[in-house]
């Protein structure tokens, strides 16, 4: 058993049911950033102007962000591949919190260092617990079968 197996297995073991609602709010909050960076598009147009050499890095990077938290943060919610989609808006936190006092304000979603560290320490801490009993994931790992049976209806 390698290393990411058995942190894998501790996660999953020595799970309270009481992180999955944390869990899920944090999914709903990663949502609702998502969805105000969208709203906050003045920012990413201050970056573009201002170099025109990193427009097509701003908005690549734009659109990851909003990917990331939209769609990683309901799947966080959901407790779908929860560890995945942690380690993809680990990236955007740790922009958050090195580039939160910069100077275009591309990074206004957190305007407090504290709500984007409490943000990363937890989509570190669910990286590594996993997303616990009341998730998809946990009901895919109970029923098996139900995922296998839908696989041969289909052909």
Request: no cysteine; charged share 15%; aromatic share 12%.
């Amino acid at each position: 058993m390698n290393m990411l197996q058995r942190v894998e297995h501790w996660g999953d073991t020595h799970h309270p049911k009481w992180l999955s609602v944390v869990r899920i709010l944090l999914g709903v909050f990663l949502m609702y950033i998502g969805v105000m960076f969208v709203q906050n598009r003045d920012a990413l147009i201050a970056v573009i102007n201002d170099n025109p050499t990193l427009a097509a890095l701003s908005v690549i990077l734009a659109h990851y962000v909003v990917f990331a938290h939209t769609v990683g943060g309901l799947f966080i919610a959901m407790g779908l591949l929860t560890r995945f989609s942690a380690l993809v808006n680990i990236p955007v936190l740790l922009g958050a919190v090195f580039f939160v006092h910069s100077a275009t304000g591309l990074f206004n979603m957190y305007p407090m260092m504290g709500l984007s560290l409490l943000v990363l320490f937890l989509l570190i801490f669910f990286l590594i617990e996993g997303s616990g009993p009341i998730s998809v994931d946990d009901y895919m790992r109970r029923h098996p079968e139900k995922r296998r049976n839908k696989q041969y209806a289909d052909f």
